[in-house]
């Protein structure tokens, strides 16, 4: 033979081989099992579904504990602004409670401080002396009494204490009939005009002290207790 009948020949077998090899390749394969693969595809669809299920519990339980949560919050601040409303309130009916008893206070002092005056001016008049010591005692407590209602810190408060002390003593500095007797008449009735005016005056400024209180500590009240007194609609 020759060398080219050898190469064809050689070309052949390998090409034999090739082909046994290839058929084992395919009967391998076959004996491979794929049976499995539905059961595989179904277990990971169930634990996906597990796995979403697990999720969305604890999604539940945390949204639960923070409602919860949210919840009991929300009644703890209720429970607080029910308590600072009730704290408010009771400080305004007390306000109001003083407001009523300055108001009466004042009112008391201005009456005694005109019969008291009344008194002074019949007298310096008529030359006659009246014992008037149980009613400059009143005054005296009374004017005691409204001073003790006030708050010295306050500005408007110190402004009535002044006030009242002046209108005190437009009484206790008004002229004394022994005072006036040493006078020629012109005199006394000069120095007596001046005594009523210099009273007058004092009840004016008085009372309007008292005023910008009463406005200022009412209006300070129904902003706090939103209480309004009897018989305002």
Known sequence: MSDTDIGIVDVLVKLSDLSTQVSTIEASLKNIRTDWLPAAVGLASAGA??????????SARTQ????????????????????????DRLIAEKRIEWLETLRKSASQFNGRMAA??????????????VDISEDLNNLAETRFY???????????HQKAAEAIEE???TYTQYPKINDLNKLKPVEQEKLKIAAIERYKNARVQFQEAVKRILKHEWDRTKSRGNIKPSGEN
């Open 49 to 58: 579904a597990l796995l979403v299920g697990w999720w969305n519990r604890q």
């Open 116 to 129: 008291l005056i009344n008194k002074a001016i019949g007298q310096t008049g008529s030359g006659v002396i």
């Open 146 to 156: 409204f001073l003790l209602l006030l708050n010295p810190n306050e500005e408007l």
């Open 167 to 169: 209108y005190y003593l």
């Open 64 to 87: 639960l504990k923070a409602t919860q949560a949210a919840m009991k919050l929300q009644a703890e601040m209720s429970e607080r602004v029910a308590v600072i409303t009730a704290h």
